[in-house]
């Protein structure tokens, strides 16, 4: 059954159906709240939020994007109201449990074509960009964590953000340069890297 079938019956009521849409999609929107927010737990607490919001309010999707499409947009605007709700409240950005080696080591494939050192440094590379990606503003993260790690094209981006493809082009060249800011100031990369453009 295709997508736009299985709307149309979660729009009548289809329980099923809606589910359905639900696990063809959890994965997708689980991560994307993961990423914005930097905390499993409410990376899952927001997906639900966004689930529950698509549920409401399914009468109201018409059909111009996928519902794939309009679903990123919930789950990502609910994660956006989070961050400013938690900026407001802490006077400290988000942390993220980077401390946490267990962790890490569950998130972590092993690849036996690298040495031990390379995959230290890898790991070491991958927190200083989470960490720094904590330290951009809600706005910029979103576009990376869309772009860079979700691998949406500026299209697909500027569908859910509601935004012209010139301005999700600028405004990830914008969150890069402020990435890269970040990195560079805490001496995680050197100026001349080109390895988070």
């Known amino acids: 059954m295709t997508e736009q079938e299985l709307v149309q019956r979660a729009k009548k009521g289809d329980e099923l159906a809606f589910e359905q849409l639900v696990t063809d999609n959890e994965k997708r929107i689980y991560n994307l709240c993961c990423r914005l927010t930097g905390n499993p737990d409410d990376g899952a607490e927001l ?34 109201d989070f961050l400013r709700r938690e900026k407001r409240r802490r006077s400290l950005s988000m942390t993220l449990s980077l401390d946490d080696e267990e962790e890490s080591r569950q998130a972590e ?55 012209e493809e010139g301005t999700v082009k600028s405004r990830i060249a914008r969150a890069r340069v402020a990435l890269r800011k970040i990195l560079v100031k805490d001496g995680n990369f050197s100026g001349a890297s080109s390895s988070i453009t």
């Not at 689930?51 to 990502?76: D, I, P, V």
């Not at 390379?118 to 809600?138: F, G, N, T």
């Not at 990376?144 to 953000?161: C, H, K």
Request: net charge negative; aromatic share 8%; proline share 2%.
């Open 47 to 80: 997906a639900q939020e966004a689930f529950l919001n698509a549920w409401r309010a399914l009468e109201k999707f018409h059909g111009e994007s996928s519902f794939a499409t309009w679903l990123y947009r919930l789950a990502s605007n609910a994660c956006i």
């Open 109 to 163: 494939l092993p690849d036996r074509r690298f040495a031990p050192e390379e995959r230290l440094a890898q790991a070491e590379d991958r927190r200083a960009i989470a960490l720094a990606l904590e330290s951009v503003s809600a706005e910029h993260r979103q576009v990376l964590v869309m772009r860079e790690i979700n691998g949406l094209s500026y299209a697909e981006i500027g569908q859910v953000l509601g935004l």
